[in-house]
């Protein structure tokens, strides 16, 4: 526990080679069954997650939803997550990080690449895009790390949210609209 929460604050710095830490991290979880991870971040999700959104994004995503804008989950937590998260939020999609399995269901340790982080964002993005039909330069990206910067770059709509200190001095040199979406609040359905 205590070096997950350390590989967060050394990721949300952008101070990390996070391809090396997932790697390391999945080597915990080999031969664990898909299903068998699956439940666990359900269960987590529930006790967590569930019933909780931020102010700002109910209000970012209804009105994107009103103005017919796909809404879609850009993550580089687990495919496991994003899917519960997706269907909770009712986002139209979502973009992660997937784990490979052997054949007998079990994670082998691996990933698929690119993964779903920096530079691995935006190429996911774009590819779904692409795939979808989405201009990503009309297109709006929230976040709150520096290290989404390369998606920031790509969308025509970057908007940081409760950024760190390094991405809120990017987004105030570049102009960018700055967000507060804090003190989550229920959220029914």
């Known amino acids: 526990m205590a ?5 967060g604050a050394l ?18 979880y ?13 269960d987590w999700f ?9 102010p700002g994004g109910a209000t970012t995503l209804a009105r994107h939803r009103a103005l017919g804008h796909p809404c879609v989950l850009l993550t580089n937590s687990s495919s496991y997550a994003a899917e519960l998260a997706t269907a909770q939020f009712g986002l139209d999609a ?28 935006a190429i996911r993005a774009e590819r779904w895009a692409a795939n979808n039909g989405v201009d990503l330069g009309q297109s709006w990206f929230y976040t709150d790390a520096r290290s989404d910067l390369p998606m920031l770059e790509r969308v025509g709509n970057p908007v940081a949210v409760n950024p760190d200190p390094r991405l ?21 359905g």
């Open 11 to 28: 990721y949300h710095l952008d101070l990390i080679d996070i391809d090396r830490a997932i790697r390391s991290a999945l080597t915990h």
């Open 46 to 54: 529930q006790a967590e997650v569930v019933g909780h959104l931020a």
């Open 168 to 188: 809120r001095r990017i987004a105030r040199r570049r102009g960018w609209p700055i967000e507060d979406w804090r003190d989550a609040i229920p959220v029914r």
């Open 3 to 7: 070096m997950a929460v350390l590989w």
């Open 30 to 42: 080999v031969g664990v069954s898909e299903a068998e991870l699956a439940a666990n971040t359900r």
């Open 94 to 121: 979502w973009l992660a990080n997937r784990f490979t399995l052997d054949s007998d269901g079990c994670l082998d340790g691996g990933f698929e690449l690119p993964l779903c982080v920096g530079a691995g964002k």
